[in-house]
């Protein structure tokens, strides 16, 4: 039965280096696997966690965020506030049951289109491991769905305000 | 209880996409969706019957939504957006479905293809529902131009922009411009000296009423947006002051470290002072104290002859490094190359034998203005009798750099027509194929081989030193032989390589760099100029190598660029920006922290944060972090991308 089992991932990728990234395997002819579903946003700084949520709750097996390198985002420093919500994401993942081979936040710049399609290769492996993504919380998962979203980002903005100097 | 009326299109790409994505059933499932009123596959969707059909049945149909599945929207968004506007619709009621370089080129399996292929379209379909009209904003352009880097093709792009009106900020790294260029002795495949040629157009950014020009300097930091950048740049200080220095040289000849600093612009064949004239056509023509040598600024212990010296009582050692901030429209990146270390491919024993030398020094010791004063000399003085060429010393070589450098070939080539001009040696030109691929390139390596000179196919392999004498081997693809060549001297053509600093400029002006290492254009074949991020353009070899011909144009084409912009005088600029919802605003002012830009303030009088719409950039960082859901970020707001997901994922 999991000999069949093709898990179905959803990646989320930066336009600037990430989507180019993928375009590039692309114009590069590399071949992987056709498991991941890629929606473009601006910036990687863009994904909140109610985005991965939702991907779980629409029968995702795995997300994956890709954005620039640190240091090459197009707007300077999103992919650090990514880099820092990443950790917070993943131990709210892992709380509501959802093994960690399911989600990864890598980097992938514009020239990088073989190691995209490595990535995807790699987590497609990963993720048949672990099997189908049972919604173990059900339908509670749509319930906690919000709260957990809420959580996650006060604890990036917590983390946020300890790191900057606010008002003006 | 359809609001919607769309339209999806799925472009076969010739057989890109048909090939391996069976793009009719594609279209006869998604035309099963309700609101989706027609579905229809062309082969090519992007051609003017292409765009004809979609502009048709928007305004038959009455479409107010359109969706595409096709290439990647990187490269045809901006198409189609035109085609809806043609047709009356907003571009931006347009949602795209990358199933080319997405799916059908990175797909084997054409079944798994054809179900990726509509699970992005159905995606793209649940998306384009919420999408609303965005009118793009307009901007005026400042209309000046800041070139970086001072080479043949940053002076090039400088004189065309100001010969056209126009003011431009010249920014030069080195304390002259000229770049490699001028270190040149002839160039191929005319042979016109170098100097010739580049020295009257170095005058004339001296001279350009429009060109400020700005040496020993680099940029530090670039703010703001196409047709709008601040750009902030650090000019050391040269000790030296501009008005008063006349070029005379009298500081280099008192200076007591004379003849005892290798020399950059000879590549260390020859030995210069601390205060010196970089070189006689140098532009500006002004002196330069050296602040690593000088003993005086390193040790404060000096009897300062050179202050003595000069009579226009230019020296001040009190001067300080300034920095100077310009607003222009738009930057062009011209920072050259670095030529690879030889060092670093030690079996060809540069830097251990004093008579194999790097190409760039070859041309130094055939200046007739260099250092053996156009002679071509052993380390001991004399002439030598034979002489090796080795092409491709870091370039195409796993080793080091996969590419090909484009330029040694050519460059080699002359090197031995050089080496018999001007002496009696043999020469071996030890190369893996010979690539003479420019206007009369083919023909200069015709004559060349009429000179006598020895072409061994076969990648140099190793230079030793046997019984004193240097030894090049090499296989002979040719004769199929294994051959060591003594001579008496070796010329290593090295690859041009990105400059060390490359990432660090990369990063400091937001743009990408291939996995060369260069920096990246838009577009590989049709856009090789413009790089992502409006409003910066490349030129010459920071982009890829390239001779002189293909520097001078791309030099051109980048002023082009910039011209065209000042001609418009005003810029579209994305029209991607985040707004927040007062309502719902608690005034925690997170978002404020989050945004690099700057663009969030606390609006004091209602206590909730507020967007300056103008300074936002659409990142949607803050979107992403406030706790209240209170900020929308238009065309990637929450709907949009939830809706999206879904679909991809249904
Ligand atoms: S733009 Fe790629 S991570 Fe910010």
């Given at each position: 039965m999991s000999d069949n089992f093709e898990p179905k991932i959803l990646g989320i990728l930066c336009n600037w280096c990430s989507y180019a990234g993928a375009d590039l395997a692309g114009t590069s002819r590399l071949k992987y696997p056709a498991n991941i579903r890629i929606v473009k946003v601006m910036?990687?700084?863009?994904?909140?966690?109610t985005l991965i949520l939702k991907a779980f709750q629409e029968g995702a097996d795995g997300v994956l965020i890709s954005g620039c390198h640190p240091g090459d985002c197009h707007y300077v420093d999103g992919n650090i506030k990514t880099l820092r919500r990443t950790p917070l994401v993943a131990r709210l993942l892992t709380q509501i049951g959802i093994e960690p081979e399911r989600f990864k936040q890598v980097w992938v710049s514009a020239s990088e289109g073989e190691k995209f399609g490595k990535i995807v290769e790699q987590m497609v492996e990963d993720i048949k491991k672990v099997g189908p993504y049972q919604k173990k919380m059900g339908d509670q998962l749509d319930v906690v769905m919000h709260e957990v979203a809420a959580s996650a980002k006060e604890a990036a903005a917590a983390e946020e305000k300890g790191g900057s100097n606010c008002g003006s | 209880m359809s609001d919607h009326k769309i339209g999806v299109y799925v472009c076969h790409c010739g057989s890109n996409i048909n090939g391996v994505v069976n793009c009719a059933k594609v279209t006869e499932e998604i035309g099963k969706i309700g609101e989706v009123v027609v579905a229809k596959d062309y082969k090519y969707m992007c051609s003017d019957p292409g765009q004809e059909m979609i502009k048709n049945d928007i305004k038959e149909k009455g479409l107010d939504r359109v969706v595409i599945a096709a290439c990647s929207p990187r490269m045809h968004e901006p198409t189609f957006r035109r085609a809806l506007e043609g047709a009356g619709l907003n571009g931006y009621l347009l949602e795209m479905a990358n199933i080319r370089e997405h799916v059908s080129w990175v797909t084997k399996d054409k079944e798994e293809a054809t179900k990726k292929a509509l699970s992005l379209v159905k995606g793209a379909v649940k998306r384009v529902k919420l999408h609303e009209p965005i009118e793009e904003r307009e901007v005026p352009v400042t209309n000046t131009t800041l070139v970086l880097g001072g080479g043949i093709s940053g002076i090039q792009a400088a004189l065309q922009v100001a010969e056209a009106g126009h003011k431009v900020y010249l920014i030069e790294q080195k304390q002259y411009i000229g770049g490699n260029m001028a270190k040149f002795d002839k160039t191929f495949p005319t042979l016109d000296c170098a100097a010739c040629i580049l020295t009257p157009k170095m005058v004339d950014v001296g001279q350009s009423p429009n060109i400020e020009l700005y040496t020993s300097s680099e940029v530090i930091k670039v703010d703001g947006y196409v047709g709008n950048f601040t750009v902030t740049v650090r000019e050391k200080p040269r000790y030296i002051n501009h008005d008063k220095?006349?070029?005379?040289g009298d500081c280099a000849s008192a200076?007591?470290?004379?003849?005892r600093i290798p020399h950059e612009f000879d590549e260390g064949l020859s030995k210069r002072s601390a205060a010196y004239i970089p070189f006689p056509q140098a532009v500006p023509l002004k002196a330069v104290i050296d602040d690593g040598n000088c003993l005086f600024l390193t040790r404060k212990k000096c009897t300062l002859a050179c202050v003595k010296a000069c009579g226009a009582k230019a020296i001040n050692f009190n001067q300080h490094e300034t920095i100077h901030e310009f607003k222009v429209g738009s930057i062009i990146l011209a920072t050259g190359f670095d030529l690879f270390d030889a060092k670093r491919a030690p079996q060809y024993g540069y830097g251990r034998y004093a008579n194999v030398i790097n190409g760039l020094q070859f041309e130094r010791m055939t200046n007739a203005s260099g250092p053996t004063s156009g002679h071509i000399t052993l380390a001991d003085g004399t002439e030598p009798k034979s002489v090796a060429v080795i092409h491709c010393v870091g370039s195409r070589d796993e080793n080091y750099n996969k590419y090909c450098s484009r330029v040694c070939c050519m460059s080699s080539v002359k090197f031995a027509h050089l080496v018999k001009d001007h002496c009696d040696a043999e020469v071996y030109e030890f190369y893996i194929d010979m690539r003479t691929f420019g206007k009369g390139y083919e023909e200069f390596y015709n004559r060349v081989q009429e000179e006598g000179v020895h072409f061994v196919r076969g990648k140099g392999a190793e230079v030793a030193q046997i019984d004193g004498r240097l030894v090049v081997i090499a296989e002979d693809t040719l004769l199929g032989q294994y051959r060591e060549i003594p001579v008496d001297m070796v010329i290593l053509n090295t690859a041009l390589e990105p400059r060390v600093d490359a990432e660090k400029v990369a990063q400091t002006l937001g743009i990408s760099r291939s996995g060369d290492g260069f920096f990246m254009e838009s577009h590989i074949k049709l856009d090789p100029v413009t790089t992502t991020t409006d409003g910066i353009y490349l030129a010459g070899c920071c982009q890829s190598p390239k001779d002189i011909p293909d520097s001078v144009a791309q030099g051109s084409a980048a002023a082009a660029q910039s011209l065209a912009i000042i001609a418009t005088g005003k810029v579209k600029i994305s029209p991607i920006s985040a707004s927040i919802d007062s309502e719902q605003c608690a005034g925690c002012r997170i978002c404020i922290g989050l945004c690099t830009y700057r663009a969030i303030k606390l609006n004091?009088?209602?206590l909730r944060a507020e967007i300056n719409e103008a300074v936002c950039k659409g990142c949607g960082t803050c979107a992403a972090g406030c706790p209240s859901g209170a900020i929308r970020v238009s065309h990637f707001n929450d709907d949009q991308l939830l809706a999206q997901i879904e679909g991809v994922l249904a």
């Open positions: 910036c990687s700084g863009r994904v909140e966690p | 220095c006349t070029g005379c200076c007591i470290m004379k003849n004091e009088e209602t």
